[in-house]
C-alpha cells in the first residue's frame, strides 16, 4: 500500500500517552524489607482494575507475583476484607 508507512515523531509521547496526565497504575500498599529466608516482599494494587498482588523477591531478585483474591466490602463484613491466603491460614487447627 502506497503512502502507508507509520514514522513516529522523535522527541514526542506516543499518542496514547499524554504527559503527565494521568495517574500511575501501579500502587505501593504495603513493602517489607529482606527476612532471613526470603527476601522482600511488597502488596501493590493495580488502579485501573482494582486488583491486588503480592510481590515477593527472592534473595537472588527473582520476582514471584501472586494475585490476592478479594472479595468486595458487604454490611455482613463490615469494613474487613478477606483473601484466600487469610482463608487458608485460618482454617489450620492450632
Same mark, same amino acid.
Given at each position: 500500500? =502506497?503512502?502507508?508507512?507509520?514514522?513516529? *515523531?522523535?522527541?514526542?509521547? @506516543?499518542?496514547?500517552?499524554?504527559?503527565? +496526565?494521568? @495517574?500511575?497504575?501501579?500502587? *505501593?500498599?504495603?513493602?517489607?524489607?529482606?527476612?532471613?529466608?526470603?527476601?522482600?516482599?511488597?502488596?501493590?494494587?493495580?488502579?485501573?482494575?482494582?486488583?491486588?498482588?503480592?510481590? =515477593?523477591?527472592?534473595?537472588?531478585?527473582?520476582? @514471584? *507475583?501472586?494475585?490476592?483474591?478479594?472479595?468486595? *466490602? +458487604?454490611?455482613? +463484613?463490615?469494613?474487613?476484607?478477606?483473601?484466600?491466603?487469610?482463608?487458608?491460614?485460618? @482454617?489450620?487447627?492450632?
Amino acid at each position: 500500500m =502506497v503512502g502507508c508507512s507509520r514514522n513516529p *515523531v522523535s522527541g514526542l509521547p @506516543a499518542q496514547s500517552q499524554a504527559e503527565g +496526565t494521568t @495517574a500511575p497504575r501501579f500502587e *505501593v500498599i504495603f513493602e517489607h524489607k529482606e527476612t532471613r529466608n526470603i527476601g522482600g516482599f511488597t502488596v501493590i494494587r493495580d488502579n485501573r482494575t482494582g486488583q491486588e498482588y503480592l510481590v =515477593v523477591t527472592g534473595l537472588n531478585g527473582s520476582p @514471584a *507475583v501472586v494475585p490476592l483474591d478479594q472479595r468486595p *466490602v +458487604t454490611p455482613n +463484613t463490615g469494613a474487613m476484607r478477606s483473601n484466600f491466603m487469610e482463608q487458608e491460614l485460618l @482454617a489450620v487447627p492450632r
